[in-house]
């Protein structure tokens, strides 16, 4: 087993801020890496969005459908 430096985060719904519809949904559904440690809740991802994290949730062997790229060039 590998060890990573990094985890899963996924975008977090601001409440009580209206988000513009352009890209709002990609937001979401977008995986961003978390530099461990991590703890389950919300965290700043390594390209600055705040996402929820899952510390079980390792950034090389998770699968998600979409990556940001920028996290995707940072944490490889």
Do not use: Y
């Not at 975008?11 to 703890?39: F, I, M, S």
């Not at 389950?40 to 940001?68: I, K, Q, Y």
């Amino acid at each position: 087993m590998t060890a990573s430096l990094f985890v899963i985060g996924t975008g977090a719904g601001v409440q009580g801020r209206a988000l513009p519809r352009e890209g709002a949904a990609n937001r979401v559904a977008v995986a961003h890496a978390v530099a461990k440690p991590a703890v389950d809740g919300l965290e700043s991802s390594v390209c600055g969005v705040l996402v929820t994290a899952a510390a079980t949730e390792d950034w090389p062997s998770a699968r998600h459908d979409a990556r940001c790229e920028e996290c995707a060039r940072i944490a490889g």
